[in-house]
């Protein structure tokens, strides 16, 4: 298996560009993530979904951020208009459909808000 | 409020020199502990999960152990190669989703 894709692995945008990154779980997984992560605040769980639906987007840190999974092996996450405060690495995760299942990260993408 | 706090931040073995990593919990009723490994610029890597207290695991040069505050990561005669930094992370019973992260510890093994 390829494991969990991303796409691109680096952005750099200037404040105000809206930003779209991808990711594509590993096949199988009925659960998929979203983590940010920072040097200040570690991982951070912005969303998730089961079946292509958004269970949980407590995590999402304002309306400029929004997620879609439209089907089982597709999923963005996009910021518009983005800030120089967005930047971090964005992962994504999947995981099996078990109680207490492991994640599977991808290599993430690096943001940088100029 | 759920935590998970892991020491130290930062470690520096020689290759060789035997060492432990903490990740202590305050997870209202854990149903798992999760350990990863970073490498710089690439995603966490899966290393182990434990369910109950008194559980062990162990992967080459790694073991996991798990009391009912704490969780273990021993490190044996490390090498280079073990240079990364360590994740824990809690998984409660209210969401068995939600994964309650450490900061890490970022281990640097000297040859």
């Known amino acids: 298996d390829a494991g969990v894709i991303q796409s691109p692995r680096h952005e750099v945008t200037e404040m105000g560009q809206e930003v779209t990154l991808r990711c594509k779980p590993i096949s199988g997984h009925d659960y998929l993530f979203w983590y940010r992560q920072t040097m200040m605040r570690g991982l951070e769980l912005l969303i998730y979904f089961n079946n292509n639906v958004p269970i949980d987007d407590s995590g999402m840190p304002e309306d400029r951020f929004s997620a879609k999974m439209p089907n089982a092996s597709f999923s963005t996450l996009k910021i518009q208009p983005s800030e120089p405060r967005d930047s971090a690495v964005y992962f994504c995760?999947?995981?099996?459909?078990?109680?207490?299942?492991?994640?599977?990260f991808g290599p993430g993408t690096r943001l940088l808000v100029l | 409020e759920d935590q998970v706090t892991q020491s130290p931040e930062a470690l520096r073995l020689q290759e060789g020199e035997s060492s432990s990593l903490n990740c202590s919990y305050t997870?209202?009723?854990?149903?798992?502990l999760f350990w990863y490994r970073q490498d710089p610029g690439k995603g966490p890597e899966f290393l182990f999960t434990l369910y109950s207290a008194g559980e062990e695991k162990e992967k080459e040069r790694l073991k996991a152990t798990l009391t009912k505050k704490e969780s273990f990561l021993h490190i044996t005669a490390p090498k280079p190669e073990d240079s990364a930094t360590y994740l824990c992370a809690g998984i409660n019973a209210g969401n068995n989703r939600k994964l309650i992260w450490g900061l890490g510890t970022s281990l640097a093994v000297n040859p």
């Open positions: 997870v209202s009723g854990l149903r798992g």
């Open positions: 995760a999947s995981s099996g459909a078990g109680l207490w299942e492991t994640q599977y």
